[in-house]
Nanobody, 124 residues
Framework: QVQLVESGGGSVQAGGSLRLSCAVS????????MAWFRQAPGKEREGVAH???????TYAESVKGRFTISKDNAENTLYLQLNSLKPEDTAMYYC??????????????????WGQGTQVTVSS
């Protein structure tokens, strides 16, 4: 059974940083493409960052230069470093695991496996 468990969320002031982790079991992330998504109240879930099996990354325009996705294959863990946080980054953050190849790596339909989320709140 595939399980993804996020941690590391919290409340910070604008300009602060957080590091999110996603511990994965049941699948080997070395062979998967992985991503972080977020969902703010009243809004649709949106893709934030993606990393493929070889480590190539894709970012949403709104987070480029501020967020960094990475993974530790040995620990089977996905990370998201969030820097220069803004109030508009406030959301529930979810990690997701895909199968094979993603033609649209920041789209929710590419990902069959999801975690329960971790809340990030940024105050001004």
């Amino acid at each position: 059974q595939v399980q993804l468990v996020e941690s590391g969320g919290g409340s910070v002031q604008a300009g602060g940083s957080l590091r999110l982790s996603c511990a994965v079991s049941g699948v080997t992330i070395r062979r998967r493409y992985m991503a972080w998504f977020r969902q703010a109240p009243g809004k649709e879930r949106e893709g934030v960052a993606h990393i493929d099996r070889d480590g190539a990354t894709t970012y949403a325009e709104s987070v480029k230069g501020r967020f960094t996705i990475s993974k530790d294959n040995a620990e089977n863990t996905l990370y998201l470093q969030l820097n220069s946080l803004k109030p508009e980054d406030t959301a529930m953050y979810y990690c997701a695991a895909g199968n094979g190849y993603a033609a649209a790596p920041l789209e929710t339909y590419e990902y069959p496996h999801w975690g329960q989320g971790t809340q990030v709140t940024v105050s001004s």
